[in-house]
């Protein structure tokens, strides 16, 4: 069983819409969580942190759910420049590494 | 402010060639990586320097080596290229606000022939 697992999607999306993803982790030791969005053939930026409170930027919402181990991502009011594959990130607070989910590809059609 | 950069974006190489990707930050973190990125996979870690002059193994470290210039600058070097090292390779420096946010350069491109 993979670390970091993500429905690899694609979400085909209209746009306007809400759209949410979920992501599970095997290691309940993570403490750090993120996610990422990655265009096509680009490099990975961060889009947010996710908290034990949940996060909230703008028209983006994270959650974190300890007791199921899993984090989600929320996008309302989606635009056609949310098209990406967003990819989720834990860590385990031991040491640098990050580890990372495939990522789950979103597509918003006009 | 160009945060990170890497050199080259692309490159072809026959089997058993070698050569070194560059990578630079200028945000002052203390940490740098290495990634490597399949189709389907996650970003899987190759090297990475917790600071300046160390460097440790990551998940795939086997036919690449690293060094740590000085903080600003790490290098990833294939000594002898294989089609199993054909990739993107990202390089990424953390150790702002976050330490375990990481701001990635735009990858290079590598073909292995």
């Known amino acids: 069983r993979k670390e970091v697992e993500q429905d690899p999607g694609p979400f085909n999306v209209p746009e306007g819409a809400t759209v949410a993803f979920n992501c599970t982790y095997s290691?309940?030791?993570?403490?750090?969580f993120f996610w990422y969005r990655q265009d096509c053939r680009k490099e990975p930026k961060l889009l947010m942190s996710?908290?034990?409170?949940?996060n909230e930027d703008g028209r983006f919402t994270a959650q974190l759910n300890r007791a199921s181990q899993y984090i989600s991502l929320l996008i309302r009011d989606s635009k056609l420049s949310d098209s990406a594959t967003y990819l989720c990130?834990?860590?385990?607070?031991?040491?640098?590494?990050?580890?990372w989910g495939a990522g789950t590809k979103l597509i918003i059609k006009p | 402010n160009a945060g990170v950069t890497q050199t080259p974006k692309f490159q072809v190489l026959k089997t058993g060639q070698s050569m070194t990707l560059q990578c630079a930050q200028d945000?002052?973190?203390?940490?740098m990586y290495w990634y490597r990125q399949d189709p389907g996979m996650g970003l899987r870690l190759i090297y990475y320097?917790?600071?300046?002059?160390?460097?440790d193994k990551g998940e795939v470290p086997n036919g690449y080596n690293v060094s740590r210039l000085n903080k600003r600058e790490f290098s990833l070097r294939l000594e002898s290229a294989a089609p199993s090292q054909t990739s993107v390779y990202f390089c990424?420096?953390?150790?702002?606000?976050?330490?375990?946010?990481?701001?990635f350069g735009p990858g290079t491109r590598l073909t292995v022939t």
């Open positions: 990424a420096s953390s150790g702002g606000r976050s330490t375990y946010e990481q701001y």
């Open positions: 945000m002052n973190h203390n940490s």
């Open positions: 320097s917790a600071s300046e002059g160390t460097t």
């Open positions: 290691n309940s030791a993570s403490q750090s």
């Open positions: 996710v908290y034990s409170s949940g």
């Open positions: 990130v834990v860590n385990h607070g031991s040491n640098y590494q990050l580890i």
